[in-house]
């Protein structure tokens, strides 16, 4: 048995009253960050994957950033500027606060993104694979702001719908369509986003790897009665909570009686289930599993990006689903399966594996080194898109 | 001569220490702000225009909202949390921010906006004539996100484009075009979102006030040389200062070389002079004169807001413009004319009715009760559309 030494008591004592400070020798090579506002200096992200940010507080008594769910002191110097940096973060996209005497408040020098059931900062950790969601000069898509009216909710809701480069000029040509959804505390704009949809399926389709297909980003969270007139921007009714009671049924009425008609009726859609596919992260992957297996007709590609799998049980006791379905894919970042979260069921390669052996077009996908978190599902999309509607 | 009291000296002392506070009578109707993040009660707007914000923040020694360059004192409760509000801001839209012990930060509460050089909180003061703006229930064109690759400054670069109701299914129709920028720390962002372009040219043309056209709203800072594959939302190259060098003929030279060739094949646009417009406001406004002028074959309406006035001279010194000129139209806020800024040349309501009398379609417009802000400016769009493309 190891040791244990007065002096690693006292250590542990001493972390136990200080806040997280990375001593930890930093490499100085922070750059700014692609997610800093123009003509901002930081925040800045070095090689490790820190980050590091600066804030003039001149009367504060401390100035932390808060990432990944860790606080990190930052340090003033004698013009009242406080600055410091995290410990390493995985590559891609994460959301972070600062702390200014116990308020938390956005990085005014960040952009602002939505996730955590609020708008706030959000940070670009450069990744290995960043050439797939890099903007090029590529043709393009474009990603329309949608609002529409629906039945369902008695209000006027909002969305975002990509469409592929070519549906402006080929216009007799119609195309599938991807229902795409964001996860628990995020919105519709997520996908557009963070999620950089349009980038990722521009580039996918310039190398001939995907087909074009347009792609509808809804609000699965806001589906509860509104009244009449409100903006997607503007608040919901008081005492409002996330999640929305029956977040699945909620959805799916919307989805089913009102957006997807309006979509039909809108865009020009192959109209049927067979050029249908739903996906979504974490919660919008238990949606695209709840509303997919009670509509098997309406939908034929599945997609859970985080959210959980389909078994043979599932398609065993939903008839039709195995006829009409083409592809279920399956997806995870390799440390949610190190540290699997509860509440998703059994071991979900093995379950994929169960159903691709019973017969289905099952795919199972894991982003190397990655958490819950947006580089897991920016690469599922990457890896689903080119597996839609191949026939 | 009036007699100065020691009261009225102790009293001056007594303000000359104190921040703004609002020790007025407040009347206590608040109401949660349209642009209140969704599930959040502050920031409140009352029926006088004061904007009230509350901020947990328990270590602070002091904790002020800053809005219209006057910042006002929170109070702090037992509990840690600062409550407070500014004195009656003009109907309409204004950027603000919170300083907490010396840090201007946004409002981890409201929504985020791009003005004044910054991404940041902005807050929605009702209005009089809020409806012609609001969200209805009537058809909905698109605002669509477009990247294209500018040859003039050898990268990509991001716009925004409004396509009116019908032009998904009438695909034979072709439509005007107007060209419509923001002002001087602002960006693309400013009129499709604070500025409500999409909104307020729906509810005109469901009116029948209105011809539908398409609306271009582009990045007139954003005309450096720039590194290939940056995102609209990256940043520019160290060192690169607001306002750029030659802002008129840099935006000049990529709108008249990169974006009408741009859109006007990407779009089903009426591709000559006498269908095309441009208008925009300050900078904007000043940017829309200077490149008119140098361009009367190229653009046929011209819109001003709160940028300057195009005089006799000018015209009589620019072979073509009256020739090719159908309308020049002119706005100010109320308050700008009361308070006349430098720089925008004579009074601006003799010169446009001189241009009047000269025999050109000269239109001036006063916003009532409003300043160098988005209230006027919406105002401006709502009064300019009709008169565009009448023939």
């Known amino acids: 048995m190891k040791k244990i030494t007065f002096y690693s008591l006292m250590t542990l004592a001493v972390l136990g009253f200080m806040s997280v400070n990375s001593y930890a020798q930093v490499v100085e090579d922070f750059k700014t960050s692609s997610t800093t506002q123009t003509g901002k200096e930081y925040p800045m992200v070095n090689s490790e994957g820190r980050v590091r940010v600066q804030i003039s507080a001149p009367e504060a008594k401390f100035v932390q950033i808060d990432?990944?769910?860790v606080k990190y002191d930052l340090v003033q110097d004698e013009n009242g500027v406080w600055t410091g940096e995290s410990a390493p973060q995985d590559e891609g996209f994460h959301y972070y606060q600062l702390n200014i005497d116990g308020a938390s408040v956005p990085d005014p020098a960040s952009l602002y993104y939505y996730g955590a059931s609020r708008w706030g900062s959000g940070i670009e950790i450069p990744a290995h694979d960043q050439d797939f969601y890099a903007l090029k000069n590529v043709p393009h898509g474009q990603v329309r702001e949608v609002y529409y009216y629906s039945e369902t909710n008695n209000t006027m809701r909002h969305c975002f719908i990509y469409t592929p480069p070519g549906y402006e000029t080929?216009?007799?040509q119609r195309y599938p369509v991807l229902y795409l959804q964001h996860g628990g505390g995020e919105n519709e704009y997520g996908w557009p986003s963070q999620g950089r949809t349009g980038?990722?399926?521009?580039?996918?389709?310039?190398e001939g790897k995907a087909n074009?297909?347009?792609i509808v980003m809804d609000n699965g969270s806001?589906?509860?009665e509104r009244p009449r007139q409100r903006t997607a921007q503007e608040r919901p009714a008081p005492g409002e909570s996330w999640p929305p009671r029956n977040w699945a049924e909620g959805f799916m009425n919307t989805l089913i009686k009102d957006i997807i008609p309006m979509v039909d009726k809108s865009f020009r859609t192959l109209a049927d289930g067979r050029h249908r596919a739903m996906a979504g992260l974490s919660m919008g992957g238990m949606q695209t599993k709840a509303i997919t297996l009670a509509n098997p007709d309406v939908f034929s590609h599945v997609g859970i990006f985080s959210g959980g799998t389909i078994t043979v049980e599932d398609v065993q006791n939903t008839p039709g689903f195995r006829d009409?379905?083409?592809?279920?894919?399956?997806?995870?970042?390799?440390?949610?399966?190190?540290?699997?979260?509860?509440g998703f069921g059994g071991d979900p390669r093995e379950e994929t594996e169960k159903l691709k052996e019973s017969g289905m077009n099952a795919h199972f996908y894991v982003s190397p080194d990655t958490a819950?978190?947006?580089?897991?599902w920016r690469r599922s999309l990457y890896q689903f898109a080119p597996l839609l509607f191949k026939d």
Chains 1, 2 share one sequence.
């Open 324 to 342: 009409n379905n083409k592809l279920v894919f399956i997806s995870f970042g390799s440390r949610e399966l190190e540290n699997r979260r509860p």
């Open 199 to 206: 980038l990722i399926m521009d580039n996918l389709i310039a």
């Open 67 to 69: 990432i990944g769910a």
């Open 222 to 224: 806001w589906t509860m």
């Open 372 to 376: 819950h978190e947006w580089q897991s």
């Open 212 to 214: 074009p297909f347009i």
């Open 170 to 172: 080929n216009l007799t």
